[in-house]
């Protein structure tokens, strides 16, 4: 704490009176307030009271020992710097007071130039490391506040704009000419697409936080591949593409919410569908053994150029590249990663230009109860 | 001519009422918007309308069920339709809430935006069986 002049405070603790005068002196005239105690019980005492921003601590003291003012010190007073002024600077000391807790420290004979040197570096220190915490304790917040704040102030004008189209469209649709529905139409669209954008941004915020709402339990993936796929047959036979399924019959059950995995599922689909020709074939391939469940989900599509492999999972990614005429909120796959992490899976891709890309989820499957308490692994 | 029902339109977003009033008018309706719970209410009373569609997160969280709860414990609260109107944001990813059982009757709950067709369809149907 800077005193009443806004000048920075140190505190010094040393028996010799000598060397107390003479740090006080250099240091007053170099700008900054200055206390001293005798000894340790007296110097923590100050330092309680008026709460130093750094402090000069001798090492070899009557009773208490420089060190343990150093360790209460630092426990007691946040960001304080402390500095250990010591006659016989050995490495051990000097390793033990940093881990104690001090900045630095300061052998004994020094000069004023040292000891201003060293105030103004410490200090320095100080500004730096509470305007640090400062920065984290402010982007926490702003982490925290930007789900709220998207939520109001992105999403409600969207919604607004949604139900005013609407309104148009019901009270006058039947006025417009051609050219004007196309207007309103492809207005529509995008103010849908860019509400979708914020509402898989609002996801992935979620699920980062953890306050993505999932119910996991206990569930066989061939009834979410079924239902992911019954969603998706109607989209493909639109554009004359073929949806094939191989799964085994029993497959072992895993752990995760039912929900959140359909939607993994129809992204990745919905994907393939937008990159695979007409008269392809999407093929969904369950695999597992012991310990994990694989599916694959093939396409017969363009396929991704290997330099753009490793970044599709980023957010906002695309492979076409700006003029790309597939929609999207560029969110899915890392949706997809993400809900695929909190199920302590994980997903992958393999692309070859011109004959596809597939993409493997991997499920860990949830240990047969019965083997786990046997104790058997193979 | 036949008298037109009435419909009591309650949300804070004055944008959101004006678009839903266009779509309300145009389905046949008079309608009546209140800005706030508060008016609401009131107006609910002095109009008595054969329906009402509250938005479920006013100014303040809850104030929509707040407002459902006065409106559902007057005498022609009790079995007039009840729309609520649901942002999807507090929701989480399933856009959907539902009402506890001891909760006053709610007839519909509806996800904004709601499209023009649904939403007079949904008001037609629940009128209609009255």
Redesign the interface.
């Known amino acids: 704490m800077t005193d009443k002049s806004g000048k920075p405070f140190i505190l010094i603790i040393d028996d010799e009176e000598a060397l107390r005068d003479g740090c006080s002196q250099v240091l007053e005239k170099a700008g900054y307030a200055v206390l001293t105690a005798e000894q340790g019980i007296e110097g923590i005492k100050l330092a309680r009271e008026h709460v130093p921003d750094m402090a000069f601590i001798d090492l070899k003291m009557p009773n208490i020992s420089g060190m343990e003012i150093i360790e209460i010190l630092s426990r007691d007073i946040p960001d304080i710097v402390l500095v250990m002024i010591t006659g016989f600077a050995t490495i051990v000391s000097a390793v033990e007071a940093m881990q104690k807790g001090a900045y630095d420290y300061l052998p004994k004979p020094f000069n004023p130039d040292q000891l201003r040197a060293l105030a103004r570096r410490g200090l320095e220190h100080r500004n730096l490391k509470i305007e640090t915490k400062r920065l984290r304790v402010e982007k926490d917040l702003m982490e925290r506040n930007f789900i709220t704040f998207v939520?109001?102030e992105m999403?409600?004008p969207l919604?607004?704009i949604?139900?005013?189209i609407?309104?148009l469209?019901?009270?006058a649709g039947d006025r417009f000419d051609k050219d004007v529905k196309e207007i309103i139409e492809r207005c529509r669209k995008r103010i849908q697409n860019l509400e979708e954008l914020v509402?898989h941004w609002?996801?992935i915020s979620?699920i980062e936080d953890g306050?993505?709402?999932q119910q996991k339990v206990s569930l066989s993936l061939d009834s979410i591949i079924s239902r992911s796929v019954e969603e998706m047959i109607p989209v493909c036979r639109k554009r004359g593409i073929s949806l094939e399924t191989n799964i085994p019959q029993k497959l072992p059950q895993i752990t995760g919410d039912a929900?959140?995995l359909v939607?993994v599922f129809t992204n990745i689909i919905g994907n393939a569908t937008k990159y695979t020709p007409e008269g392809g074939k999407i093929t969904v391939t369950c695999q597992h053994d012991e310990f994990y469940i694989n599916v694959s989900i093939a396409d017969m599509g363009t396929g991704i150029p290997p330099d753009k492999l490793p970044l599709i999972f980023d957010p906002f990614f695309r492979c076409g590249g700006k003029n790309e005429k597939h929609s999207g909120s560029g969110l899915g796959l890392t949706f997809c990663k993400k809900i695929m992490e909190s199920h302590k899976g994980c997903i992958a891709v393999s692309s070859k230009e011109g004959e596809g890309t597939t993409f493997v989820l991997t499920f860990p499957s949830q240990i047969d109860p019965e083997r786990k308490r046997m104790g058997a692994v193979s | 001519m036949t008298i037109k029902k009435k419909i009591l339109l309650i949300d804070d977003d004055k944008d959101f009422l004006f678009a839903t009033k266009l779509i309300l008018e145009k389905g046949g309706y008079e309608v009546f918007m209140a800005e706030d719970g508060k008016t609401g209410v009131e107006m609910w009373k002095s109009v008595t309308p054969d329906l009402a569609i509250i938005d479920m997160m006013m100014e303040t969280w809850g104030e929509g069920f707040e407002v459902l709860n006065k409106i559902r414990s007057t005498d022609t609260g009790k079995e007039t339709p009840l729309f609520m109107l649901s942002a999807v944001d507090l929701q989480g990813p399933y856009n959907s809430f539902e009402p506890p059982p001891e909760f006053p009757k709610v007839n519909k709950v509806l996800q904004k935006p709601i499209k023009a067709d649904d939403l007079l369809n949904y008001i037609a149907k629940a009128l209609g069986s009255k």
């Open positions: 939520s109001h999403r409600s919604v607004v949604m139900q005013y609407e309104a469209n019901e009270i509402e609002l996801d979620r306050t993505f709402a929900e959140s939607r």
